[in-house]
């Protein structure tokens, strides 16, 4: 389980440190794409698989499930950790996530979310001043604390 939240800069060449806690779950080679609310995602390779066998699955007649399919397997990109821990990040997904120098690296259970320290800030100010009702609400998938 990815775990715990880290904060570093990315420096001008688009390589970001990748924290030693997050490496050991992700590997020494993984995959970053696209995420929802405009960050990036890490997935170690086993779980990268089992996300590309669940979108291999989706009927390539629906619009929708095309769109998925472009955003998540279109925007990936395999990386290498360096012997200095980290990772190159294209202009792409930088770009996704904005991405310029604060960076908060977030492990949410089977992936790591990457963010740009102030979109993150901004996302999680009204998220988690409303946490209660978000809890709430998730009583409807049969989620309780």
Not at 14 to 43: H, M, N, Q, S, W
Not at 109 to 134: C, H, L, P
Request: proline fraction near 2%; charge should be negative; glycine fraction near 8%.
């Amino acid at each position: 389980m990815l775990q715990g939240e880290y904060t570093h800069t990315i420096d001008a060449k688009g390589r970001l440190i990748v924290p030693a806690k997050l490496r050991e779950g992700l590997g020494d080679t993984f995959t970053i794409t696209r995420g929802f609310d405009g960050c990036i995602y890490a997935y170690s390779n086993d779980e990268w698989e089992a996300l590309k066998e669940r979108i291999a699955k989706l009927p390539l007649n629906d619009a929708r499930a095309r769109s998925l399919t472009r955003f998540f397997i279109g925007g990936a990109s395999e990386v290498e950790v360096d012997k200095q821990g980290r990772i190159p990040i294209t202009q792409t997904l930088r770009t996704h996530a904005g991405l310029e120098k604060d960076v908060v690296s977030l492990g949410v259970g089977n992936k790591v979310e990457i963010w740009s320290a102030k979109k993150y800030n901004e996302v999680n100010a009204e998220s988690f001043e409303n946490i209660e009702n978000v809890a709430e609400s998730m009583l409807e998938f049969g989620f309780t604390i």
